[in-house]
RNA sequence: GGGCGUUUAGCUCAAUUGGCAGAGCAUCCGGUUUACACCCGGAAGGUUAUAAGUUCGAGUCUUAUAGCGCCCACCA
């Protein structure tokens, strides 16, 4: 098999110019889609995590980018129907929010322009704004299926929605009612329990008096005394001696005037605060309960902007804030407070707007998730899908172990709506509710307002794309998907919905393994953030550096689950890795020609070097592959780097210049092929990291195919390892270790080649037929063999490893004080190692008890620094002579 | 209040079933060697947070303590 190489390769890779092209190439020839593979491939599916459809690329795309992207083309060259399916998400509160802060620009708003008109100018920001993510993912070489995208609202996927939803409220998990709820004021939306966060912050406790019917009165303590205005009653511990007695009594709602009973509950914490508690179901969550338990009304004082309404009496109209204010003023005058403190509590907020959400009594629609978050428990715990790293497991059953029913109703223009309608019956204008496609016949129907949670439809994701519940051949072939990749922060908000909603709908996993990324973070650990102004921006990085660097730096910073802190200098030093493959790939491609033919030689004609890298390359296919199969991507790229830049380039291809300069015919051959096997691994190796610039670097190598992209995946040889090869070879490059310190330390010349005096023998023979390695890499003549009876060569350095004991004359530069001292040194090191592996084997339980192969290891190593220890004093007694 | 993660060189991080603690950046010394100065050679830098334990052997496993971080939870 021959196969032409490029010639003329550029002096510098120009992945501005390589980079566009390169992925039009792809995508034209069809590599991107699944069909590229046989017919009868295997299939291997990403469904991609949407990002918002008119969001803009940060570092955090780039990660799941740079990841997902190196899965896809790994499975790939493996042979698999590759298949990673594009889309966006239509992110109802943040598009909505987005395009509300237009319209204020504008000096208009959501409400002024009305419902029809503002869902249009959100289409046409959604058109307008929509392509700019899935470019920029394209920009860092995302090999998808974009024949494929989707997008949450599109036909297909709102179909999708529309048949679960009704499908759920058919088998009765679809309820409405009124509840309890995380109101969003701002918004004027229900927020489920996820989109909650709460902040420690630094209130003020309310102490005052809750006056009792008959006299007297009881201390109660509170952060939000608005809400005394919707108190349903006082409750006291059972068992406080000093307000049972109270137990049934009525009291007073101060101001209003309203009366409400004392009741006895031991939920009461008597040491806390004031020792009473005031209940007020309508505006919190345990109260709530507490409610539900006594049978007490739940009033409601505020309206949807977080106003009080008329059960509020005087304080109507105020926002919530002043009326905090004014009724403590009013109170005090009344003689109705006693105290404030200082108080540090958690305070809910809205993880989008982050304004402080208030509960407050709505009636919403729910999923009675039970029966749907058991299937999703019992599926991770049989193992059908499984969580990298497995220590999410734990956090997943937790939550779903206690999960709430999941309010998915949202008052908001954009999304998908509820497939709802409402007709007046007995005075109630939703008296009547009807669930289906269609409105049902008759008149007086009107459609529900309200859209479903974005993350309703983003359930549905792995399989609503495949075409879920029409159009079946996609489903069939590429359901379940194999690879759910996302951050551990969307856990809970979308990857447990999807388990849930896909085990429900299409009765099976939606994927088999979850794979969590953790958080991209700036150095020092603090959020990126574009306040903050330490956001690094990845499109940035590409127009300066290219796609490449700124992916293999995003995938070896990292390790799973764990947040990766994103440290600029390895950019840099990606690039610069980028820029040492390039010049590998130079040095090959003007020492190769056409003519040469693939693969390597048969073993018989390799010299030592060629057979010890290639020992070293399949270790390191095989370690690739085993990091690989654990998803230790990290790690992978680290060891190809390190195979490439500290073995194969300043070792194996500074020898190789020996056969390829001064070899014969056969011997520039078999290193030729040798060189263009090592460099076509490691480009299909690092293909799935860095898939520009091995594409463009592979054109320019001989090589067989028509693409590295759908180039086979590398399998290591492992006849090729051998322990003996690389066990001479370490001690030989040990040895140009040592004589290149040696010549840094007499500080000879760099560029002054030097002799090398060997006595002749068994240890120095191998050496000899291997001079080229020290010729190449430490500037020697070549190695010249002293008979063995001859006197030691004077005024010579001495450098020693195992039984190879290497003379350097180095006539006018020896000092003999300074040479003996040097081999002191030398023999003081070897001492203390020695010493250390006598100490073992001289433990009978090391011995005993070890694997054969570490106290092996640790003879071997004995027998070679006693060699080394008897030739240095061998020459220390030498030069004393 | 529970749960999880983390603590390794000055900084950012690795270390595959326990087997001589490694990189990058920064620092110091020396180099225009015909693939690469986007480079090459050399050096220095660690009681792996602390304390016990298991083991022939611990960065790795167990327990406790401390710092940092995250998640979950109804003390007003």
């Known amino acids: ?64 980018t740079a990841l997902e992207d190196l899965m896809i083309r790994y499975e790939r060259m493996r042979g698999k129907a590759a298949l990673w399916l594009p889309g966006t998400d239509h992110a109802g509160i943040a598009t909505q929010l987005q395009v509300e802060k237009m319209l204020r620009d504008e000096g208009t708003s959501r409400e002024a322009v009305g419902y029809e008109e503002f869902l249009h100018r959100t289409w046409q920001w959604k058109e307008e704004q929509g392509g700019t993510i899935t470019r920029q993912l394209r920009r860092l070489g995302a090999s998808c299926d974009w ?25 009765g998990l679809v309820y409405r009612g009124p509840r309890l709820v995380n109101w969003s004021p701002g918004l004027q939306t229900a927020v489920s329990d996820l989109e909650v966060e709460s902040t420690e912050e630094e209130v003020t406790l309310y102490y005052f008096r809750y006056p009792v019917a008959g006299g007297g009165y009881l201390p109660v ?146 999923v009675r998730i039970q029966p749907l978050a058991d299937k999703a428990i019992a599926a991770v715990r049989e193992g059908q899908v499984k969580i990298v790293p497995d220590r999410f497991e734990k956090v997943y059953f937790h939550w779903l172990e206690n999960i709430q029913d999941w309010c998915i109703s949202r008052q908001l223009w954009w999304g998908h709506r509820i497939p709802a309608w409402y007709r007046e019956k007995d005075g109630d204008p939703q008296g009547e ?34 075409g879920w519940p029409e159009d079946r051949d996609d489903l069939a072939r590429y359901y379940p998907t194999q690879m759910m990749e996302t951050g551990h922060d969307i856990l809970f908000f979308w990857v447990a919905r999807m388990i849930m909603m896909g085990l429900w709908f299409t009765d099976k996993p939606p994927f088999h393994t979850v794979y969590l990324h953790g958080l991209v973070r700036a150095e020092g650990g603090a959020k990126f953030s574009k306040t903050l102004g330490n956001a690094i ?45 390039w010049q590998m790939t130079a040095f090959i491609n003007m020492n190769v020609d056409g003519a040469l033919a693939l693969g390597l030689p048969p073993s018989g004609e390799l010299d030592l070097p060629s057979r010890w890298i290639l020992s070293r390359l399949n270790r390191l296919i095989g370690n690739v592959q085993y990091l690989f199969d654990i998803h230790q991507y990290g790690e992978a790229g680290n060891q190809i780097l390190a195979f490439m830049w500290d073995e194969f380039a300043p070792f194996y291809l500074e020898i190789s210049k020996g056969a390829l300069y001064e070899g014969d015919e056969a011997q520039q051959t078999a290193t030729r092929r040798a060189l263009v096997h090592l ?15 091995t594409e463009e670097a592979w054109r320019y190598i001989p090589h067989e195919g028509e ?92 450098v020693v490893v195992g039984d190879m004991s290497i003379y350097l004359p180095l006539e006018g530069m020896i000092d003999i004080a300074a040479e003996r001292q040097r081999l002191t040194d030398d023999l003081a090191k070897i001492g203390a190692q020695l010493a250390r592996t006598e100490k073992m084997l001289g433990n009978k339980k090391f011995v005993e008890r070890a694997r054969a192969d570490v106290v092996q290891r640790e003879r071997v190593r004995l027998a070679d620094l006693q060699a080394a220890r008897a030739q240095i004093e061998e020459r220390i007694a030498g030069l004393s002579g």
């Open 433 to 466: 509710i009807y669930v289906g496609r269609e409105a049902p016949a008759g008149d007086g129907w009107a459609m529900e307002q309200d859209v479903l949670d974005t993350w309703f439809s983003s359930g549905l994701w792995p399989f609503s794309t495949l």
């Open 1 to 64: 098999m021959q196969a032409a190489a490029e010639k003329n390769m550029p002096r510098n890779f120009d992945f501005a110019a390589v980079e566009p092209r390169l992925y039009d190439w792809w995508q034209a020839q069809g590599w991107f889609k699944p069909e590229c593979a046989a017919a009868d491939a295997e299939p291997y599916v990403i469904s991609m995590p949407p990002p918002n459809v008119t969001g803009s690329l940060h570092i955090g795309h780039a990660l799941f």
């Open 537 to 581: 921006d990845p499109l940035t990085v590409v127009d300066e550096l290219g796609a490449d660097p700124l992916r293999f730096t995003l995938i070896t910073s990292g390790t799973p689950g764990n947040d990766c802190h994103l440290d600029e200098t390895r950019l840099d030093h990606s690039f610069r890795f980028v820029n040492k493959i």
């Open 707 to 798: 693409a590295l992209i759908i180039a086979d995946w590398p399998t290591a040889d492992v006849d090729a390892i051998d322990d003996d090869v690389e066990g001479r070879m370490a001690a030989y490059l040990e040895l140009v270790r040592e004589i290149r310190n040696t010549r840094a330390e007499f500080k000879v010349d760099p560029g002054r080649r030097i002799r090398a005096i060997a006595r002749a023998g068994a240890a120095t023979e191998g050496l000899a037929e291997n001079e080229q390695i020290l010729k190449r890499l430490c500037n020697v003549e070549a190695l010249e063999l002293l008979p063995l009876e001859a006197e030691d060569p004077p005024n010579a350095a001495n």
């Open 221 to 366: 303590a509170t952060t939000r005394p608005e809400t005394i205005l919707g108190d349903a009653a006082v409750a006291v511990h059972p068992d406080d001696e000093r307000y049972r007695h109270l137990i049934g009594a009525r009291a007073t709602v101060p101001i209003l005037g309203r009366e409400i009973p004392v009741i006895g509950d031991d939920y009461v914490d008597m040491e806390f605060g004031a020792g009473a508690l005031k209940v007020t179901p309508g505006h919190d969550f345990n109260d709530y309960e507490l409610g539900r338990k006594h049978g007490l009304e739940r009033l409601n004082i505020l309206n949807k902007d977080a106003s009080m309404n008329s059960n509020a009496g005087p304080y109507e109209g105020l926002d919530r804030y002043d009326c905090r204010q004014r009724l403590w003023t009013d109170m005090g005058a009344a003689g109705l407070t006693i105290k404030t403190e200082p108080y540090v509590t958690r305070i809910p907020r809205s993880q989008r707007g982050g304004e402080v959400v208030e509960p407050m009594m709505s009636t919403q629609w729910y």
């Open 147 to 171: 024949d494929r995208e989707r997008f949450t609202l599109d036909d297909g996927l709102s179909n999708a929605v529309i048949e679960a939803f009704i499908t759920l409220w058919e088998q």
């Open 679 to 693: 460099q076509d691994c490691c480009l299909r190796l690092l293909h799935p990291f860095m898939p520009f610039l």
